[in-house]
């Protein structure tokens, strides 16, 4: 039986891509590198991946037109600033090592 390539090779990439998680830290700022950003009251997930890990995204949730920041900078080193803005830190889990 000849099973169609497309889907195996599909399968095989979103298995092995990390993805990660966006967790909540508190409120507050963090001025660093602008790496772009996302209309909306939370960070997009897509966007929290292996190389993201431990960096920071700020979402202004109390504006008119919310949106959140991404910052090249790790949420541990984020020294404050004058916004106030929701902070998260992408986590991303370890590979399993299953299949």
Same mark, same amino acid.
């Given at each position: 039986?000849?099973?169609?390539?497309?889907?195996?090779?599909?399968?095989?990439?979103?298995?092995?891509?990390?993805?990660?998680?966006?967790?909540?830290?508190?409120?507050? %700022?963090?001025?660093?590198?602008?790496?772009?950003?996302?209309?909306?009251?939370?960070?997009? #997930?897509?966007?929290?991946?292996?190389? #993201?890990?431990?960096?920071?995204?700020?979402?202004?949730?109390?504006?008119?037109?919310?949106?959140?920041?991404?910052?090249?900078?790790?949420?541990? %080193?984020?020294?404050?600033?004058?916004?106030?803005?929701?902070?998260?830190?992408?986590?991303?889990?370890?590979?399993?090592?299953?299949?």
């Amino acid at each position: 039986m000849r099973r169609p390539l497309l889907p195996m090779l599909l399968m095989a990439l979103v298995s092995t891509a990390q993805a990660g998680t966006w967790v909540f830290v508190g409120q507050g %700022d963090c001025p660093g590198p602008h790496l772009g950003g996302n209309s909306g009251k939370e960070p997009e #997930f897509e966007r929290c991946d292996a190389e #993201f890990a431990g960096k920071t995204a700020l979402c202004y949730t109390t504006v008119c037109n919310p949106g959140c920041d991404f910052i090249d900078l790790p949420t541990k %080193d984020c020294a404050g600033g004058a916004e106030l803005a929701d902070v998260y830190t992408c986590v991303v889990e370890p590979p399993s090592g299953k299949p």
